[in-house]
């Protein structure tokens, strides 16, 4: 789990597991011409199995889940999800995966240089 969003990094219980399995169904048929978008596929899930109320949040969650479990190929865009094995796509995918984690990498850093800043002017008083 993340520390301070607990709840939305928890394991995936057993109704989300079996969403998992259909989630990977159907993503199994989508194309990057033909990506399900995030609110589609909750809206489809929560509308046939109204008890268990998936949530982006969990949705990707599940996403995560398939993609360290045996489906590295999704992809995803603007859009929604997809599955590819065209290597250029993948390629692309991996492209913007990199950057989003440098994005994140530079937050990071910028967070930890402002500590060091406050801890360091603290000191001196």
């Known amino acids: 789990m993340i520390k301070g969003f607990e709840k939305q990094t928890e394991k995936l219980n057993d109704d989300e597991l079996a ?3 259909i989630v990977a169904q159907g993503l ?3 194309t ?3 990506p399900a978008s995030s609110s589609y596929i909750c809206d489809t899930l929560n509308e046939k199995y109204p008890d268990i109320r998936l949530t982006d949040v969990r949705l990707r969650k599940i996403i995560n ?3 360290l479990n045996g489906m590295p190929n ?3 865009n603007g ?4 599955v590819s094995d065209d290597v250029r ?3 692309d995918y991996a492209v913007s995966l990199g ?3 440098g994005a994140q990498e530079a937050v990071y850093k910028s967070l930890v240089h402002h500590i060091e800043r406050i801890i360091t002017k603290n000191k001196i008083k």
């Open 19 to 21: 969403l998992a399995r």
């Open 28 to 30: 199994s048929k989508k």
């Open 32 to 34: 990057k011409q033909n």
């Open 65 to 67: 889940h398939l993609r």
């Open 74 to 76: 999704i992809c995803a």
């Open 79 to 82: 859009k929604g999800y997809y």
């Open 89 to 91: 796509e993948l390629q």
């Open 99 to 101: 950057q989003r984690i």
